[in-house]
């Protein structure tokens, strides 16, 4: 039957039911014998059928061979690997820091510094880096390698794994009660299972609570622009322990002007040199100046007080004060000599005007100035007033409203100023080494009683004071001789034309009250003298310029009392003379005049002093008599 046919039967509405039955032909599979399908035992395809050739078999054993040792492998790599990395994790290297968290600033402190590795891999070239701020200074230790300031190493070499150790770090804490400073641990090492280098990390808070040496700064909390202020410095050791090389050093407002203090600094005008300050021992500074400012202006004063190394200067305490600045009831000033700031001169005259004025808007009452002015250098004496009167007890100068009428009552805005004036003496007294760097103290107040206290009382509204610095005083002296011991002259006597004589100059320089530096003596040789180069004591130094015939001794520094409470400096040196034809029957000059300057180290001010000429009429040398003059 075609495919036609079958189609047509199949979807015919009048198919037979039964369609799918049909005759049975020799390819249906119900007419397959068994027989048949066990097949013919000579067929090559069933011969086939019966089993695998000896090299397929081989190879599939190969094969199974080849995945079970690839998989074996893995699993030893990958097994080998987690072990491997199990071994170290930087999670199990840890360090940490024990000790005081509290400390008392000077005081030793000793810090455990512990680490750990919790691993199988040991670490390698481990290195413990301790950090700490400035004033932390870390206590002798031969393990210990600075690096810096702030930082420095410990080598601790390998560290096993499974095993953990520890070292003591110890130091000093510099720093004033209060100041949170931190210690830091850096543990620096690479696993013995890897090159990568890894860092652990740890921090310790150290709280400075207390000192040792108790420090304390007074000043007043208000004054006038321009008055006087006295600092008080206090200083104990409350402790248990004796310090050595203990200073206090002081930081002044930019606009204080320091006068004297008590007892004097060690260093400039701010530092003091306590030394060895014994357990429960105390002290004080008393610091007098002179500070300005704009009103309403705060003005900080700083005091520390520590010891010096090499890395700077080691805190241990700080304290610091305030003083405002207040706009006075009366406004009072003063000068000397027309200036505000003066550093008078042995023998000169002072001249001072203080000037006043009303501030208030009200008049005020019996106005009083008081001036103070004291000073072993003043002459007293020599004092002129035209008004007020000279207490010589206190050495106070005041002036009231009989003296001067305006003081009787001063209205709103008036002003008004007296004078006086007193000589600085010649001679400056000089008894030992500590006679120097004198101060002319002008303190001059004014007061009212129109201006009340909270309890009703008088009240000095206002000051002004005025240091004074003495400039040291220099004294040159110079001789001539022929006849010296020291160095021997030739030539004729009274000296001749055309021929040479040989005189000795000498020099002798003296400083009174005040250090100075960069002395030295210059002058000139007219023509015709030159040096002979003779120069006693030899190692002086003594210059000579042959082009211009200057003279320069360069003496450098000399100390207060030089030439008065010791010996002075001196120097003498051989100069030459050939009398020339327009010479005769004349004094000729040896040596020009000699000025003999320096910087005084107290009053910053260049200082100074000569002497004349000196000629062959050398009355000092009692050799030559009285043949001064040139003959033939």
């Known amino acids: 039957m075609s495919l036609s046919e079958i189609k047509k039967k199949?979807?015919?509405?009048?198919?037979?039911?039964?369609?799918?039955?049909?005759?049975?032909?020799?390819?249906?599979?119900?007419?397959?014998?068994?027989?048949?399908?066990?097949?013919?035992?000579?067929?090559?395809?069933?011969?086939?059928d019966a089993g695998l050739e000896d090299n397929q078999k081989n190879a599939i054993k190969i094969g199974a061979f080849v995945i079970v040792g690839i998989t074996v492998l893995s699993v030893l790599v990958f097994g080998t690997y987690r072990y491997m990395q199990s071994a170290f994790s930087e999670s199990n290297v840890a360090v940490n820091i024990e000790g005081p968290k509290d400390a008392s600033s000077g005081k030793l402190l000793d810090y455990e510094i512990s680490y750990e590795n919790r691993n199988r891999a040991s670490l390698k070239g481990t290195v413990l880096?301790?950090?700490?701020?400035?004033?932390?200074?870390?206590g002798e230790n031969a393990n210990f390698k600075s690096e810096s300031l702030t930082s420095g190493v410990f080598a601790l070499g390998d560290i096993a794994g499974k095993s953990?150790?520890?070292?003591?770090?110890?130091?000093?804490?510099?720093?004033?009660?209060?100041?949170?400073?931190?210690?830091?641990?850096?543990?620096?090492?690479?696993?013995?299972?890897?090159?990568?280098?890894?860092?652990?990390?740890?921090?310790?808070?150290?709280?400075v609570d207390s000192s040792p040496i108790e420090l304390e700064i007074f000043a007043p909390q208000k004054i006038s622009s321009g008055d006087s202020v006295d600092y008080q410095i206090n200083y104990t050791n409350t402790g248990k322990e004796d310090f050595d090389g203990?200073?206090?050093?002081?930081?002044?407002?930019?606009?204080?002007?320091?006068?004297?203090?008590?007892?004097?600094?060690?260093?400039?005008?701010?530092?003091?040199?306590?030394?060895?300050?014994?357990?429960?021992?105390?002290?004080?500074?008393?610091?007098?100046g002179k500070l300005e400012g704009g009103w309403d202006e705060v003005k900080n004063v700083h005091a520390y007080l520590?010891?010096?190394?090499?890395?700077?200067?080691?805190?241990?305490?700080?304290?610091?004060?305030?003083?405002?600045?207040?706009?006075?009831?009366?406004?009072?000033?003063?000068?000397?000599?027309?200036m505000s700031g003066y550093?008078?001169?042995?023998?000169?005259?002072?001249?001072f005007e203080i000037g006043y004025k009303n501030n208030t808007s009200i008049a005020l009452r019996d106005v009083i100035i008081k001036e103070k002015i004291d000073s072993p250098v003043l002459d007293y004496a020599s004092l002129e007033l035209r008004k007020g009167g000279f207490d010589p007890n206190s050495k106070t100068i005041i002036w009231k409203g009989v003296d001067d009428p305006s003081l009787k009552l001063l209205s709103p805005g008036q002003s008004g100023s007296v004078i006086f004036s007193i000589k600085v003496k010649e001679m400056i007294p000089i008894s030992n080494?500590?006679?120097?760097?004198?101060?002319?103290?002008?303190?001059?107040?004014i007061d009212s009683p129109d201006i009340q206290t909270p309890i009703g009382s008088n009240k000095i509204v206002s000051g002004n004071?005025?240091?004074?610095?003495?400039?040291?005083?220099?004294?040159?002296?110079?001789?001539?001789?022929?006849?010296?011991?020291?160095?021997?002259?030739?030539?004729?006597?009274?000296?001749?034309?055309?021929?040479?004589?040989?005189?000795?100059?000498?020099?002798?320089?003296?400083?009174?009250?005040n250090d100075v530096n960069e002395a030295k003596v210059t002058a000139s040789l007219p023509t015709g003298i030159i040096m002979a180069g003779n120069i006693f004591p030899e190692d002086e130094r003594l210059t000579y310029n042959e082009r211009d015939n200057s003279i320069i001794w360069d003496i450098g520094k000399m100390e207060a009392g030089d030439g008065i409470l010791k010996a002075p400096r001196e120097v003498a040196f051989q100069i030459r003379l050939v009398p020339a034809q327009n010479q005769f029957d004349t004094m000729p000059t040896l040596i020009g005049p000699a000025v003999f300057s320096a910087k005084d180290l107290f009053t910053g001010n260049i200082i100074s002093t000569s002497i004349d000429k000196k000629t062959t009429a050398l009355t000092e040398d009692s050799g030559i008599g009285t043949n001064y003059k040139i003959v033939r």
Do not use: C
């Open 10 to 48: 199949l979807y015919s509405s009048q198919a037979d039911e039964n369609l799918s039955q049909h005759s049975q032909n020799e390819y249906d599979s119900k007419s397959i014998s068994q027989s048949d399908l066990a097949g013919d035992s000579n067929d090559v395809w069933a011969e086939k």
């Open 129 to 138: 880096r301790v950090s700490y701020p400035e004033n932390f200074k870390p």
């Open 164 to 207: 953990s150790g520890k070292i003591i770090f110890s130091g000093n804490a510099y720093s004033p009660k209060g100041t949170l400073m931190y210690l830091k641990a850096d543990l620096i090492y690479s696993p013995s299972n890897a090159s990568s280098q890894y860092v652990s990390r740890n921090q310790y808070a150290i709280n």
């Open 246 to 288: 203990i200073r206090i050093r002081l930081e002044y407002p930019e606009t204080f002007s320091f006068s004297r203090a008590n007892p004097a600094p060690s260093e400039g005008e701010d530092v003091w040199y306590i030394g060895r300050l014994e357990a429960g021992h105390s002290g004080k500074i008393i610091i007098s």
């Open 306 to 338: 520590g010891k010096n190394s090499q890395d700077g200067f080691w805190t241990y305490s700080e304290e610091k004060t305030s003083t405002s600045i207040i706009a006075p009831p009366i406004i009072i000033s003063q000068t000397v000599n027309g």
């Open 343 to 351: 550093a008078a001169k042995p023998g000169e005259v002072l001249r």
């Open 433 to 445: 080494s500590s006679d120097k760097n004198f101060i002319i103290s002008a303190n001059v107040k």
């Open 465 to 513: 004071v005025m240091d004074i610095r003495l400039n040291s005083k220099l004294v040159l002296d110079g001789k001539g001789y022929f006849n010296d011991s020291d160095i021997p002259n030739s030539g004729p006597i009274p000296a001749k034309i055309g021929e040479a004589t040989t005189y000795t100059i000498r020099w002798k320089a003296m400083n009174v009250s």
